[in-house]
């Protein structure tokens, strides 16, 4: 099978062990956080795990791809039961789209963001949490795998629990599907823990009637897929590179945009600086009237 859909079988597997290592950390109790940047910059057990059980697994697997994950390797001698190695069938079945049949791993950078919604997974909002493992091919996002440990965790003993969705640009997604929102009122989800003059200022533009406040990037963009909201707002540098790849990757397949607040493409190749210092906006629809509420005091702070 072409790399790409060897990447993206292999990173279904991965991400869906990653899940369980975040649920059994919980579990544990033991979440052992650590502050990287204050208070709302944290890391936990489950980050540092989820970071070795994708890391380890995919460049073992795939040694020549550059592979950048959100979380500093801990040193420590690496966990064998973290690996996977098992390559997902449903994803080995599809035909990978032309343009992506004879990409070379020089060509591939992999973003890795093993828990997002850290803030919100130490604090018990644990729907908000994602696993983000994104495939980038010549500095755009393609492909990605999203990994929801606990949807569903409300939904009572008999669901199951967590869901893995991936797609490719230009084959569609799979295990999520585009649902659209209701068409009388406007609805904007955004940052609920990362907020600032920046965010509310562009989020008032938008006039919603409705605004959802809610961690993680990955959480936000599967809230704009299933119709949940119109638009996902966040006019401040604090994303990177990990938070957006796979998201973007999943709702641009399925017919979505993801862009900062000018426009701007977000580009992913290997030597790009991490932050996401134009913003982010992904919409399903009229992202260009989005893009022109946006108001220029803040378009002047938030700069590419
Ligand atoms: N100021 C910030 N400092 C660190 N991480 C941030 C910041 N703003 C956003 N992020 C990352 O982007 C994600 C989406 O932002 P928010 O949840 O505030 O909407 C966060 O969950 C966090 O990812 P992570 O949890 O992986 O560190
Ligand atoms: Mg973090
Ligand atoms: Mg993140
Ligand atoms: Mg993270």
Known sequence: APLVLRLVAASVSVAEKAGAIVRNVFN?????????????????????????????????????????GEEEPTGETVDESHLETRLSE??????????LQ???????????DPLDGTKEYTEGFLDHVTVLIGVAVNGK????????PYYNYKAGPGATLGRTMWGIVGLGAFGVERLVPPADKRIVTTTRSHSNKLVTESI???????????????????LVIEGKAHAYVFATPGCKKWDTCAPEAILHALGGRLTDIHGNALQYHRDVKHPN????????????????????????????
Not at 102 to 112: A, G, N, P
């Open 277 to 304: 210092t134009g913003g982010v906006l992904a919409t399903y629809s009229d992202h260009d009237w989005y893009l022109s509420r946006m108001p220029e005091s803040v378009k002047a702070a938030v700069k590419p």
């Open 141 to 148: 996002a393609v492909a990605g795998v999203i990994n929801q």
């Open 204 to 222: 008032e533009a938008m006039q919603p009637d409705e605004v959802l406040r809610v961690g993680g990037a990955g959480h936000k963009v599967l």
């Open 102 to 112: 004879s990409v070379k791993d020089e060509d591939v950078v992999v973003w890795v």
């Open 28 to 68: 544990s109790g033991e979440l052992g956080v650590v502050e990287k940047d204050g208070k709302n910059d944290l890391q936990t057990q489950a980050d540092r795990s989820a970071q070795e059980c994708i890391v380890q697994s995919l460049s073992r697997q795939f040694p020549k791809v550059t592979i950048i």
């Open 90 to 99: 449903e994803v080995l079945k599809v035909v990978c789209p032309q343009n």
